[in-house]
């Protein structure tokens, strides 16, 4: 569990209405938009101040067109590496998904 989420960066920055971010597996692991359902390939890390729990984000992927493609299993796979990956990084820094079909996992990038 973590207070901490993605959302999605765009020219460079976020907003207050940017989309949150949600972990996909589409051939590779990707992040895309919660609502969108569409890759975003840089976010930054956000407090959110509620703590985002497993079910919390299942729930999410459940909903987003992007991220419900798999089965439960498997989006529980997803959902437990999402959150090992974000509590890595500080509140404030960019992530981008590093290029890999065998585990989720995010890099910290210059924005």
Same mark, same amino acid.
Request: glycine fraction near 6%; aromatic fraction near 8%.
């Given at each position: 569990?973590?207070?901490?989420?993605?959302?999605?960066?765009?020219?460079? &920055?976020?907003?207050?209405?940017?989309?949150?971010?949600?972990?996909? /597996?589409?051939?590779?692991?990707?992040?895309?938009?919660?609502?969108?359902?569409?890759?975003?390939?840089?976010?930054?890390?956000?407090?959110?101040?509620?703590?985002?729990?497993?079910?919390?984000?299942?729930?999410?992927?459940?909903?987003?067109?992007?991220? @419900? /493609?798999? @089965?439960?299993?498997?989006?529980?796979?997803?959902?437990?590496?999402?959150?090992? !990956?974000?509590?890595?990084?500080?509140?404030?820094?960019?992530? !981008?998904?590093?290029?890999? @079909? @065998?585990?989720?996992?995010?890099? &910290?990038? &210059?924005?």
């Amino acid at each position: 569990m973590t207070k901490k989420a993605l959302v999605a960066v765009k020219d460079g &920055k976020h907003s207050r209405r940017s989309e949150f971010v949600l972990p996909a /597996l589409k051939g590779t692991y990707q992040l895309v938009g919660e609502r969108t359902g569409q890759p975003i390939k840089v976010a930054t890390v956000v407090y959110t101040g509620q703590e985002i729990t497993l079910k919390f984000l299942l729930d999410k992927m459940q909903t987003s067109a992007g991220a @419900s /493609l798999r @089965s439960t299993r498997e989006n529980k796979k997803i959902a437990r590496a999402f959150l090992d !990956e974000i509590v890595k990084f500080k509140v404030g820094a960019f992530v !981008e998904v590093v290029n890999s @079909s @065998s585990s989720f996992q995010l890099a &910290k990038i &210059k924005p």
